[in-house]
C-alpha cells in the first residue's frame, strides 16, 4: 500500500513529502491510521546523519497515536476503531531473556520505529511521519486518554517512557528527593512524573527564565545550576537524579548533590560524549551513575494507564508536516514548550 509520508533523502537535505510502501497486514498485524506524530530529538539526530549508520530514504518518528483500520486474523487484543499508540519498538526476537521479562527496549535484536531492519521495502523500517503504519500486535499500546487529549498523548510514547522508566527502577516515590536536569521534552515529562509518583522535585535549569515554568509543571523547587550557590544550598541531598540533557555537559557538578548511594541516571543522548567524570565523585559517596534506554511494552502500558490516572499529557505545540524543518531548527534552540506534535492529516494536502 503506498502512503504519504514525510522524510529525507540525505543528511544534508531537507525533509520533504514523499510516498512509501506499507506492508499489508499479516495474521497478528495491526494497521494504524496515524492522527499525530511527536517530534523527538533522536528524530533530528537519526535523520542528519548525527547517529552513525542512517538508512535513506528516513522517515522518523516514534511518538505515534491513532485508531485501528485493520486487524489481522490472529489478533485478538485489538479491533478497528482503537484509540492505540506505537513508540520506539516494532519488533524484537521475542525469545532471548530481555523480550521474555518485557523488557524488549533491551533486546539485542530491537527493530526501531525507523532505521531498523526489516524485510518490508524498503529494507529498512520507516516511522511515524506518516499517514498509517503496520505494526506486530505485540508491539501496539492502548491508550485510554480521551480522544481530545490524543495529540499530547503522543510525546509519552518516548518522551514519557523514557523518564518513567528510571523513575519506577529506582523505585522514586514518596520521601524521596528527586532532581531533574533539563526542562525539555524529556525533563518536562519528568518532573510531571515524578511529582506524580509523590517525590520532592526539584528542577535543575540553565536558564533563570525557565524557573516560573517549571514551577507550573510540578516542581516543588528550581535550581539555577550555573548558580554556584543555589547548587551549594542542595550539597548531599538527593536521593535520586535523572538527568535528560541531551548535550555534552560536566556531570561533577551533579554528583556532588546525592547522598550516600545515590544514583544518577543519564536519559539524554548527546551527539558527542560527555566529559569524563571524576572517579572520585562516586568512590567517596558509593554513588552510582546509570543510564536507561525507553522501556519495555509491558511499562510503557504501565506508563499510559499512570499518566491516563492522574491526568497527565505532554505540553505540545501542534505543527504542519511541512514546518518539520523550521521546527527542527528551533528544537535546536531550545525554542519549543516542550515538544512538537506534527497533525498527519496534514500529509494529505
Not at 76 to 96: E, P, R
Not at 264 to 286: D, E, N, Y
Not at 312 to 339: C, P, Q, S, T
Request: net charge negative; glycine share 10%; aromatic share 6%.
Amino acid at each position: 500500500m503506498t502512503v504519504k509520508a514525510y522524510g529525507a533523502h540525505a543528511g544534508d537535505q531537507p525533509l520533504e513529502a514523499m510516498e512509501i510502501i506499507r506492508r499489508a497486514p499479516g495474521a497478528h498485524d495491526v494497521q494504524i491510521d496515524i492522527a499525530y506524530c511527536g517530534v523527538c530529538h533522536s528524530d533530528l539526530h537519526q535523520v542528519r546523519s548525527e547517529w552513525a549508520g542512517t538508512l535513506y530514504p528516513c522517515v522518523p518518528g516514534h511518538e505515534i497515536v491513532g485508531r485501528v483500520s485493520t486487524v489481522g486474523a490472529d489478533v485478538s487484543g485489538f479491533k478497528a476503531g482503537d484509540l492505540v499508540g506505537v513508540g520506539c519498538i516494532v519488533d524484537s526476537c521475542q525469545h532471548c531473556e530481555d523480550c521474555n521479562e518485557g523488557l524488549e527496549n533491551y533486546c539485542d535484536h530491537m527493530v526501531g520505529t525507523y532505521n531498523g531492519p526489516t524485510p518490508d521495502a524498503p529494507g529498512h523500517t520507516l516511522g511515524g511521519y506518516s499517514r498509517q503504519i503496520v505494526v506486530h500486535e505485540r508491539y501496539v499500546l492502548r491508550i485510554r486518554h480521551s480522544e481530545a487529549q490524543l495529540a499530547a498523548v503522543a510525546p509519552l510514547l518516548c518522551a514519557g517512557i523514557t523518564t518513567y522508566s528510571p523513575l519506577r527502577h529506582w523505585k522514586v516515590g514518596p520521601g524521596h528527593k528527586v532532581g531533574v536536569v533539563g526542562i525539555g521534552g524529556l525533563g518536562h515529562m519528568g518532573i510531571k512524573l515524578a511529582h506524580a509518583m509523590g517525590a520532592h522535585v526539584v528542577a535543575f535549569t540553565t536558564s533563570e527564565s525557565k524557573r516560573e515554568a517549571a514551577l507550573a509543571l510540578g516542581a516543588n523547587d528550581v535550581v539555577v545550576s550555573r548558580n554556584a550557590d543555589e547548587m551549594a544550598a542542595h550539597a548531599k541531598s538527593f536521593d535520586f537524579i535523572l538527568n535528560t540533557v541531551a548535550a555534552p555537559h560536566d556531570l561533577n557538578a551533579f554528583f556532588a548533590l546525592l547522598k550516600r548511594d545515590g544514583t544518577m541516571t543519564l536519559v539524554g543522548a548527546p551527539a558527542t560524549p560527555h566529559p569524563s567524570p571524576q572517579v572520585f565523585s562516586l568512590i567517596m559517596k558509593r554513588r552510582s551513575l546509570a543510564g536507561s534506554l525507553i522501556g519495555g511494552i509491558p511499562e510503557t502500558q504501565e506508563m499510559l494507564d499512570f499518566c491516563a490516572e492522574h491526568g497527565i499529557v505532554a505540553d505540545i505545540e501542534m505543527i504542519r508536516a511541512d514546518e518539520i524543518n523550521e521546527a527542527y531548527e528551533r528544537m535546536l534552540k531550545g525554542d519549543v514548550k516542550y515538544r512538537f506534535v506534527i497533525d498527519n492529516a496534514s500529509l494529505a494536502a
